[in-house]
């Protein structure tokens, strides 16, 4: 078993000294406190008993409902008897490991990929191939190439792992064109695939594209949470998926956790029955497309030229790479020294990859924070660029911010000199000094 980036992260989070841009915090403080307040006595005056006992193991009946409302927004119509609610979207990787993974057996996926999905492809000790993206999603003409190559080894993957709307880190977004290649690879090759789309309703620009469980419903196993829409407290997510899938993911729920928190699902329920869900959603959307913006204009202004990041079009996080001589994972140990975290890129691959990488996640923390949080990272990254630059004599290119504040240091640094005394000026004319 591996560790979660993320999760050894979180602890931070407690310490109110640091910026963190390392979790993928929806910002819950958005979520009015007298609403939870009503909202929980509806539970309690309307269904006390009920929400303290046991439910079923697929969820109750009003969550499935929710379900059904959710995915029809996204443009999918669902039986409410092909949902399985789940502690979370977090549950879903870990039931359709349990269900269909033996040690040893090959799981396809982006590179980068989710980091939280990489400690449970280790726990049920599958052999991870990658498939690499660009700003178009996963390569499906490599994908087809890495699945012909596995099958004259004699090996077939179990499944396909997507991210394929904001992706989670990459921020990308799967064309099309590339949605519907993907899904024919499946179905002629009859592999399934897993479509993880905790985000696809956190849209700031552009059209909504169908998602691979629209396209296909035969081999597409589907997963979502209330986590980015609602509360990650909560705990749900579900899975809707084939039936014969769905069924042994029950039983492999029922030996993890018997059922989802009775007193959560019925939270979710009062909460669609209180009025028009999409409301808080859309509140949700204009606050975080305002904090993208601002990480992207930090960016722009405190990072080296030489660095790249994603512009994603909605989710929650933005992919940077810096030079290659720069490992995030030495840096992130810098960083915290500064009071900021990220996580680093080598933990959404499994083959060392990504020293040069990092998710930024710009929705857990306010504007004013994001802006400081990014100065203080370009500020330690300024330094490795300048010791780089020592080491090797090779210097690089300062972006505008940059020079402003390598003017204002060598600015202060000359008043900071000892002026000479005036008969040593003789008949010199002071002039005001001029900045760089």
Not at 13 to 35: C, H, K, Q, Y
Not at 166 to 175: D, K, Q, R, W
Not at 332 to 355: I, M, N, S, T
Not at 402 to 411: C, K, T
């Amino acid at each position: 078993m591996k560790s979660s980036a993320m999760r050894d992260l979180m602890a931070l989070t407690e310490r109110p000294e640091v910026i963190s841009l390392a979790g993928g915090w929806p910002d819950t403080s958005t979520f009015p406190p007298d609403s939870y307040a009503a909202l929980m006595s509806s539970v309690a005056s309307r269904s006390c008993a009920r929400a303290l006992q046991y439910g079923p193991t697929e969820g109750l009946a009003v969550v499935k409902r929710c379900v059904a409302d959710v995915m029809r927004r996204e443009g999918m119509e669902i039986d409410v008897d092909e949902v399985l609610v789940t502690t979370g979207g977090q549950q879903v990787i870990d039931l359709v490991c349990k269900t269909l993974l033996d040690p040893g057996d090959v799981v396809v996926c982006e590179a980068p990929t989710y980091p939280g999905a990489v400690p449970t492809f280790c726990a049920y000790e599958a052999d991870v191939v990658q498939v690499t993206m660009d700003r178009d999603g996963m390569r499906t003409g490599e994908l087809e190439a890495t699945l012909e190559e596995l099958e004259r080894a004699g090996r077939r993957p179990k499944f396909i792992y997507t991210v394929p709307t904001f992706h989670n880190p990459a921020g990308v977004t799967m064309s099309l064109e590339r949605r519907r290649e993907l899904v024919r690879i499946a179905s002629e090759r009859e592999l399934l695939v897993l479509e993880d789309n905790p985000y696809g309703l956190l849209r700031y620009e552009g059209s909504p594209l169908p998602t691979l469980r629209s396209l296909d419903d035969e081999f597409v196993i589907y997963a979502s949470t209330f986590s980015k829409i609602l509360s990650p407290g909560v705990r749900l997510g579900w899975a809707v998926a084939p039936g014969p899938v769905l069924e042994k993911m029950n039983i492999g729920k029922q030996s993890s956790d018997l059922c989802s928190s009775s007193i959560s699902q019925y939270f979710v329920s009062a909460y669609f029955d209180s009025g028009p869900w999409e409301d808080y959603v859309r509140s949700l959307i204009e606050i975080y497309r305002r904090r993208r913006d601002v990480m992207l204009d930090a960016l722009a202004d405190q990072f080296p030229r030489e660095a790249e990041w994603t512009h994603p079009q909605g989710g929650l996080f933005i992919w940077a790479t810096l030079p290659d001589y720069i490992d995030t994972t030495d840096l992130l140990a810098r960083a915290l020294d500064e009071q900021v975290a990220f996580v680093p890129g080598r933990a959404a691959f499994l083959d060392g990859r990504g020293g040069s990488s990092m998710r930024l996640n710009f929705s857990g923390v306010g504007e004013d924070q994001i802006r400081e949080g990014v100065q203080r990272l370009g500020e330690v990254v300024r330094e490795q660029v300048a010791l780089y630059g020592t080491l090797t004599g090779e210097h690089a290119v300062l972006t505008p911010a940059q020079l402003e504040v390598a003017s204002r240091e060598a600015e202060a640094e000359a008043h900071a000199q000892p002026e000479r005394e005036p008969e040593q000026l003789g008949n010199v004319l002071r002039l005001p000094r001029k900045r760089a």
